[in-house]
């Protein structure tokens, strides 16, 4: 008997309907019901147009339980920024449905499938030695925010954004421009969620990270990230 609960529940946990049905118990029903109404409202705003080129570009990393707040963050970014910065939207374990819907929302923004992510960047990776960021890159799917996004890109800047960033007002901060441009900018941690000590990293890599960065919300410089670099 034993056996076969175990063999069902294996069973179970690769059937998508059963998996989602478990994060909604997790997530609470009440809860559930609460966030499908706000969605709806999402999916009833209008398409954004976007730019097919610029010197600074949009990239999101997002998944199949993220898809929907995604698109509420770029909408509320472009509806505020009132700017149509390029959009890119990488694939981080997305349905097939779901590319059809953010195709419909963001007619205009180039959509990354995983496969194509990992053809070019570790492609690439491969071809400037980069082994231990690539190794880096194989254990943990938010990385590809960090690798794939500068990587793939060819803009002066990248505004990253995170599919739970809302914005109420207009992100001037975010907005570059190459005569003002001093430094790049990243979102600031409510708190110490780094997983060593500054000391620790300090004393591993030689580098002292500035502290409470947040990879949710950014404006970088994509020549500033040098990945040869000791």
């Known amino acids: ?38 969605q709806k409202m999402i999916l009833a705003t209008p398409p954004i147009r976007t730019a097919k080129s610029g010197s600074t570009e949009v990239r999101i990393l997002t998944w199949r339980r993220d898809c929907l707040n995604s698109i509420w963050a770029l ?16 694939d981080g374990g997305l349905k097939k449905s779901q590319f059809h819907q953010l195709q419909y929302h963001f007619p205009d923004a180039v959509l990354i499938p995983l496969d194509r992510g990992d053809n070019y960047t570790i492609k690439e990776m491969e071809k400037r030695q980069l082994n231990r960021c690539l190794l880096y ?38 907005l570059a421009s190459p005569i003002n441009f001093t430094k ?10 780094y997983s060593m000590e500054l000391d620790e990293m300090e004393a591993a890599f030689g580098i002292r990270p500035i502290p409470l960065i947040n990879s949710g919300l950014s404006l970088v410089k994509r020549d500033s990230i040098n990945f040869s670099k000791n």
Do not use: C
Not at 185 to 193: E, G, H, Q, T, V
């Open 1 to 38: 008997m034993d056996n076969m609960l175990k063999q069902l529940k294996q069973v179970l946990r690769q059937q998508q309907v059963w998996i989602e049905f478990q994060e909604i118990n997790h997530e609470g029903w009440s809860n559930a019901w609460s966030r499908w109404q706000t």
């Open 184 to 193: 790049n900018k990243y979102n600031k941690d409510i708190k110490y969620f």
């Open 75 to 90: 909408k509320s970014f472009y509806h505020f920024s009132q700017v149509d910065y390029p959009l890119f939207i990488h």
């Open 137 to 174: 890159r194989q254990k943990n799917i938010s990385t590809r925010k960090l690798f794939d996004f500068y990587i793939m890109s060819q803009a002066d800047f990248l505004v990253s954004i995170d599919s739970d960033i809302v914005f109420f007002q207009k992100p001037a901060e975010l």
